[in-house]
């Protein structure tokens, strides 16, 4: 397995707390948080792995350089900042696979990934990894008939709801003929608008999920971690 993993984060919410790195660099119990998600990487098997880097990208690449628990790593350079699904793009020009897994960097969420490629198939877009969360106010929710993803609501006080845990299995042309920009945000010029169209389908997961991105979360990463 390929997978791609978005690591360009300035992690500005984390400046109180964390210096002047990637957001994905920022310490956990003495090691990177990435270095945690690339452990999981590995042990999935998953064989190589292209980081998606923009912001002080020569940090994480001096940490990990070309090698890292036996998987090749290589390197997606944003020169300006492209949205999400502009370095999902670029990203996916670095992979060779048919089937591409994208991870957030700044999200833990240990699920089986080999679990996630068959529930994708060869027939689809794209799929999701979904986590049920309770009383949460925080993400917006992901509406499932059967596997398929119909819609999107946006964030609101629920207390109960699937929320999209930022890790998808991508057929590598799922963006090919869209006559999008260089710059595009993959959830809300992608994902939004093809909520719906059959191509695009949600698999359920109940591993535990943290999100480093508030300082909250990021206070909770060693014990959550380690």
């Known amino acids: 397995m390929e997978a791609v993993v978005l690591a360009g984060g300035m992690g500005t919410r984390l400046r109180s707390v964390v210096s002047d790195i990637p957001k994905p660099m920022a310490p956990v119990a003495g090691k990177p948080f990435l ?20 912001y002080k990208w020569e940090c994480i ?34 992979t060779n696979e048919h089937t591409i ?25 794209a799929t999701l990894a979904l986590k049920r969360m309770e009383n949460f106010d925080r993400y917006g929710t992901v509406v499932l008939e059967g596997d398929n993803i119909v819609a999107f609501q946006e964030k609101a006080p629920r207390k109960s709801g699937l ?19 260089d710059r595009f945000s993959l959830e809300q010029d992608v994902l939004e608008k093809e909520a719906g169209q059959g191509r695009l389908f949600g698999a359920v997961f109940d591993a535990p999920f943290l999100d ?3 300082p909250e979360d990021y206070a909770r990463a060693s014990e959550f971690l380690c």
């Open 35 to 54: 270095e945690y998600i690339l452990t999981w990487l590995s042990s999935s098997g998953v064989v190589r792995v292209v980081l998606s880097v923009g």
């Open 61 to 94: 690449r001096d940490h990990f350089g070309s090698r890292f628990g036996g998987m090749e790593i290589d390197y997606s350079v944003e020169d300006h900042p492209l949205g999400t699904g502009g370095a999902v793009a670029l990203a996916i020009s670095h």
């Open 101 to 125: 897994l994208v991870v957030n960097g700044d999200t833990s969420f240990p699920i089986s990934l080999s679990e996630l490629v068959a529930h994708h198939g060869k027939a689809r877009g």
């Open 163 to 181: 929320i999209n845990a930022g890790i998808y299995a991508l057929d590598r042309n799922f963006f090919s003929g869209r006559g999008l920009a």
């Open 212 to 214: 480093i991105g508030i």
